[in-house]
């Protein structure tokens, strides 16, 4: 068991250096679509997708159905 944290806090960098560069969130409301849309590109990332294509797909899939897809499994591609 390793006596640190080190691979979740490097997770979670890009996050709080935004967060710095930006001085922090201006409302709740935007803390929170800062931390989902934060939520959602590093699973993107993580499953090797293509952020913007996937990202992109799923929105005209919401215009169309009213509905969101679920999050694809994976891809060959890092966005």
């Known amino acids: ?9 490097r997770t ?9 560069l930006s001085y ?3 409302s709740e ?3 929170h679509t800062r931390s989902v849309l934060m939520s ?3 699973t993107l990332k993580q ?4 952020s913007v294509t996937t990202l992109e797909a799923a929105l005209r899939t919401y215009t169309l159905t009213g509905h969101l ?3 694809p499994e994976g891809g060959s591609s890092e966005g």
Not at 1 to 9: C, G, R, T
Not at 12 to 20: D, F, G, N, Q
Not at 47 to 50: S, W
Request: net charge positive; hydrophobic share 30%.
């Open 1 to 9: 068991m390793p006596s640190d944290n080190n691979p979740a806090e």
């Open 12 to 20: 979670i960098r890009p996050a709080v250096e935004i967060r710095k």
């Open 24 to 26: 922090g969130h201006r």
């Open 29 to 31: 409301k935007g803390a």
């Open 40 to 42: 959602i590109f590093r």
């Open 47 to 50: 499953r090797g997708l293509e």
């Open 69 to 71: 897809p679920p999050l």
